[in-house]
C-alpha cells in the first residue's frame, strides 16, 4: 500500500548551499531532461528536512524541476530510500532478508524493543530512534547487518548491538563496520598485515644464503666424442641420360635388354 507523503506544515526551499548542489545535479542532463535529477534533489531536500520528504518539499522540487506534481509523487512513493513521515534522529535499519535473518536478525529486533521500547515501523517518544525493516542492505557475508542513517553495522549479535544502542543513548560516537573487526569481507581473524608480514618472512628465507657455503664442486671435464665419418656411397656406375640409367664407358650392355 502506498503511504502518502505527510505535510511538515513549514515552506520548504533549498538552502544556499543545498541550491548550489541541486544546480550541479541538474547541469548534468540536457536543459529538457532535467527532471531526471529528481532523485538526487529528493536526496538533498530529505536530508535538508532531517531525514524525511515531506509534501511540501515534493511540490517544491516538482516545481523547480518544471515536471508535473504527480510525477514527481510517482518517484518519492516508489523508492524505499525516501521517508515519508518523520524519523528519528538515529534511523535504525533492519535487515531481515533470509540470510541476516539466519543469523540472528530476530535477536537484534529483539534488543531494539528491550533498550528502545519500539517496533518495526516505531519511533521513540523523544523522536531520537526510529526502527524499521529493510530488504537486503548487500552485505550478506557480514550478517546479520543494520544501517544507522549513513553507516553499516556487521557481524551483529543481541550483546554488541546492545553496546551500540547504550552508546547512541548515551551521545557517544559509534564505529561503523564489523563488531568482529573483520577485515572487509575477509575470513573472521585474517588480518592483512600479519599476513605481509608471512609473506614477507617466506621472501626473506627464499633468498637467504648459507652462513658456510660449501664450495661448489669442478665440472667434471669430458671429452667431446669424435663425429663418426660417413662411408663413401658405392657407385653403380650408371648415369642417368634423359631420365634413363645409361651404362658408363667401358661397361658392356646388359644383353637381355
Known amino acids: 500500500m502506498t ?20 544546480k550541479e545535479f541538474i547541469s548534468h542532463y540536457p536543459k529538457s531532461k ?11 531536500a530529505q536530508r535538508q528536512s532531517g531525514g524525511w520528504l515531506p509534501e511540501e518539499a515534493i511540490v517544491y522540487v516538482a516545481q523547480y ?6 510525477r514527481a509523487t510517482e518517484v518519492a512513493t516508489f523508492y524505499t530510500m525516501f521517508n515519508l513521515k518523520p524519523v528519528g534522529e538515529h534511523f535504525i535499519q533492519v ?19 528491550k533498550e528502545l521500547g519500539i517496533g518495526a515501523g516505531q519511533t521513540t517518544k523523544d523522536k531520537k530512534f526510529t526502527v524499521v525493516e529493510v530488504e537486503c542492505l548487500g552485505a550478506c557475508v557480514n550478517a546479520p547487518v543494520v544501517q544507522i542513517n549513513d553507516d553499516f553495522y556487521e557481524d551483529l549479535d543481541a550483546k554488541s548491538f546492545e553496546e551500540l544502542l547504550l552508546a547512541l543513548k548515551a551521545g557517544k560516537p559509534i564505529k561503523p563496520g564489523s563488531a568482529l573487526a573483520r577485515q572487509c569481507s ?28 660449501k664450495a661448489a664442486a669442478p665440472k667434471a671435464q669430458t671429452t667431446p666424442r669424435p663425429k663418426a665419418k660417413l662411408a663413401p656411397k658405392a657407385s653403380t656406375g650408371a648415369t642417368k641420360l634423359n631420365g634413363k640409367s645409361a651404362p658408363r664407358t667401358g661397361q658392356k650392355k646388359n644383353k637381355d635388354v
Open 3 to 22: 503511504v502518502r507523503p505527510q505535510k511538515s506544515g513549514k515552506a520548504f526551499s533549498f538552502s544556499k548551499e543545498n541550491e548550489k548542489k541541486a
Open 34 to 44: 532535467q527532471a531526471s535529477a529528481v532523485i538526487a534533489l529528493f536526496e538533498l
Open 65 to 70: 524541476l518544471d515536471m508535473p506534481l504527480i
Open 95 to 113: 535487515c531481515t532478508t533470509t540470510p541476516c535473518w539466519l543469523r540472528g536478525t530476530d535477536a537484534i529486533m529483539t534488543t531494539c524493543q
Open 186 to 213: 575477509a575470513p573472521v581473524g585474517f588480518s592483512p598485515q600479519a599476513n605481509t608480514v608471512k609473506v614477507a618472512v617466506k621472501k626473506a628465507e627464499a633468498t637467504k644464503k648459507p652462513d658456510s657455503p
